[in-house]
């Protein structure tokens, strides 16, 4: 290998991000790029365009980049959105609906969490009710596709719930944006978080929020912090076309442009979703040939992430059963539901049928505890 290669990845990443990314996104970060130069900032207006034209065609939208992972969007979405005297309901089923209701309580923002259990998604009427019954509610937050287990939140229908009741609704879209067909005005969505590393498969640094315009234009001096001022963060990257306010992870956004282009090789959001619902299918039809069982039934499965029941055999032990797929070049991912015992796999990232059917196979080699003097 010469100075300029970059080495072969030892394995292939099934997980919800980092993900497994392509070559030559990979390979146009090999070079330097001022941050205040203007042929940086036309790729920062470039992304920030393509984004908001892949979250909707409706005008009135704009995108705001942000340094950091998912969370930082989130929490630069909820801390900048939500006023001193509104109050934020958290639909939660997961760690993830369950992180929004930490970053409210962190900041002093006052909220209320709905559970709706790990297993089931928000119950619709319960949420109606306690719209009606707390009129202190200003913002309602949901998760999409809550990747705790990999399932598919009814945002078009809390969507409608939350804006036939005048609230404002901000939606985590971090695991599905990109890789699920989403329109944010038709769901109602006024806030619409994603990162680099998910479904546009780019690689780690920056979350970016999509916003309803004249929402955003009432935050102005409402963020409880200075760098995850969102109101700032945009006003700077519209007044200065494209400059973010401190150091920009550049070479994640060359990269992340790259990633845009791939995507619209590809065929776009509903190519890549055709994708990922081919490799989900394999995953599960192969998995459920050799006995392991889906968490949750079919009709509220995405195609991010499927969670699994660990074998119920005293033998089985995950980190065995990892460390052997990841011999055979499969990274997997531990499960994350409070009161069972599962694992996941993701069927994100640049990861095809072939290489699912490839999975299967080093699966098969793998169950140990089904196999005698292993
Ligand atoms: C990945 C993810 C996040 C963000 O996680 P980070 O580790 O901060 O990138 C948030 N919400 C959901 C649903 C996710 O899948």
Redesign the pocket.
């Known amino acids: 290998m010469n100075s300029t290669e970059s080495p072969p990845n030892p394995y292939l990443l099934l997980t919800?991000?980092p993900l497994t990314t392509t070559a030559s996104v990979k390979a146009v970060m090999m070079r330097d790029w001022c941050t205040w130069d203007e042929d940086y900032h036309r790729l920062v207006q470039a992304v920030r365009r393509d984004l908001t034209e892949l979250a909707t065609a409706e005008p009135g939208f704009t995108t705001v980049l942000m340094q950091?992972?998912?969370?930082?969007g989130?929490e630069a979405a909820l801390t900048t959105a939500v006023p001193r005297e509104g109050k934020l309901l958290v639909l939660a089923n997961g760690a993830?609906g369950r992180?929004m209701a930490q970053i409210a309580e962190r900041a002093g923002i006052p909220f209320r969490a709905l559970e709706s259990g790990e297993t089931a998604p928000p119950d619709i009427d319960r949420v109606s009710a306690a719209l009606q019954a707390e009129a202190a509610i200003t913002h309602v937050a949901v998760?999409?596709?809550?990747?705790t287990t990999g399932m598919l939140n009814p945002v078009e229908d809390i969507g409608r719930a939350v804006k036939s009741s005048g609230r404002v609704f901000i939606v985590?879209a971090?695991?599905s944006f990109g890789g699920i067909p989403l329109d944010a005005a038709a769901i109602g969505a006024d806030y619409l978080?994603s990162?680099a590393?998910?479904c546009i498969q780019g690689v780690?640094g920056f979350?970016f929020v999509v916003a309803r315009r004249q929402e955003l234009e009432r935050t102005k001096g409402r963020a409880r912090s200075l760098s995850l001022d969102l109101y700032d963060q945009w006003r700077t990257m519209e007044d200065r076309h494209g400059k973010w306010r401190f150091t920009s992870p550049t070479h994640v956004v060359r990269a992340f442009y790259q990633a845009l282009q791939e995507l619209a090789a590809e065929g776009g959001v509903a190519a890549r979703h055709a994708r990922y619902r081919q490799n989900r299918d394999a995953l599960v039809a192969g998995m459920q040939a050799m006995g392991f069982a889906p968490l949750l039934p079919p009709a509220w499965r995405s195609p991010i992430i499927t969670a699994f029941h660990s074998p119920a055999e005293p033998a089985y032990d995950f980190k065995r059963f990892y460390g052997r797929l990841k011999k055979q070049g499969f990274v997997i991912y531990p499960g994350n539901v409070t009161q069972l015992d599962t694992f996941r796999i993701g069927t994100i990232g640049d990861v095809h049928p072939a290489d699912i059917e490839r999975l299967l196979t080093a699966v098969a080699a793998s169950m140990f505890w089904r196999q005698r003097g292993t």
């Open positions: 919800p991000g950091g992972s998912g969370t930082f989130v993830y992180r998760v999409h596709c809550e990747t985590d971090m695991s978080v990162s590393n998910k780690p979350s």
